[in-house]
T-cell receptor
Framework: GQNIDQPTEMTATEGAIVQINCTYQTSGFNGLFWYQQHAGEAPTFLSYNVLDGLEEKGRFSSFLSRSKGYSYLLLKELQMKDSASYLCAVSYSSGGSYIPTFGRGTSLIVHP | DGGITQSPKYLFRKEGQNVTLSCEQNLNHDAMYWYRQDPGQGLRLIYYSQIVNDFQKGDIAEGYSVSREKKESFPLTVTSAQKNPTAFYLC?????????????FGDGTRLSIL
């Protein structure tokens, strides 16, 4: 089975930087996704990593280390609207298809 | 605009009753998924379908059933056998089972017991 760990909750101050970690143990690893979900709404795609290294998209960056089973999402210049749950999802191959498994999500609270 | 539409937004179920949640997409995606989300549990996979007329059980399929008669539609039935159905249900789609592409999600259906 898949075991994906994220912190349950984090708090940060507006304008600061926050790093949300995700660790996973999986065979057939085929990529890792980060999604943002505001309360009561649909998750929206943020980033995807399949190779080691850093992917940058504006204020958001995501890092992957396949050998360590580790990823993080880095949010810079935090804004109040960044208060949301951040979901780490690992894609693994099964019979030629790709089935994503989600972690429990990290609830980020941004204070003024 | 292309997207995924789930209906209804809120649904109430009586004891012993089956209810069906609708999910329609016009993204021309082959793969579709149903997830259940409970507080503190993240998203758990109920069923998924990679192609029309085919679907597979996910991690928590007991008490649920699905059909995939059309590419655009993937309805989920919550049967009376599901003893704890109160949850937020999310439908998602992706381009295909051969590609490792991000999922697009509907706005969800919140199911409660009367």
């Amino acid at each position: 089975g898949q075991n994906i760990d994220q912190p349950t909750e984090m708090t940060a101050t507006e304008g600061a930087i926050v790093q949300i970690n995700c660790t996973y143990q999986t065979s057939g690893f085929n990529g890792l996704f980060w999604y943002q979900q505001h309360a009561g709404e649909a998750p929206t795609f943020l980033s995807y990593n399949v190779l080691d290294g850093l992917e940058e998209k504006g204020r958001f960056s995501s890092f992957l280390s396949r050998s360590k089973g580790y990823s993080y999402l880095l949010l810079k210049e935090l804004q109040m609207k960044d208060s949301a749950s951040y979901l780490c999802a690992v894609s693994y191959s099964s019979g030629g298809s790709y089935i994503p498994t989600f972690g429990r999500g990290t609830s980020l609270i941004v204070h003024p | 605009d292309g997207g995924i539409t789930q209906s209804p937004k809120y649904l109430f179920r009586k004891e012993g009753q089956n209810v069906t949640l609708s999910c329609e997409q016009n993204l021309n995606h082959d793969a579709m998924y149903w997830y259940r989300q409970d507080p503190g549990q993240g998203l758990r996979l109920i069923y998924y379908s990679q192609i029309v007329n085919d679907f597979q059980k996910g991690d928590i399929a007991e008490g649920y059933s699905v059909s995939r008669e059309k590419k655009e539609s993937f309805p989920l039935t919550v049967t009376s056998a599901q003893k704890n159905p109160t949850a937020f249900y999310l439908c998602a789609s992706s381009i295909g089972w051969q590609s490792n592409q991000p999922q697009h999600f509907g706005d969800g259906t919140r199911l409660s017991i009367l």
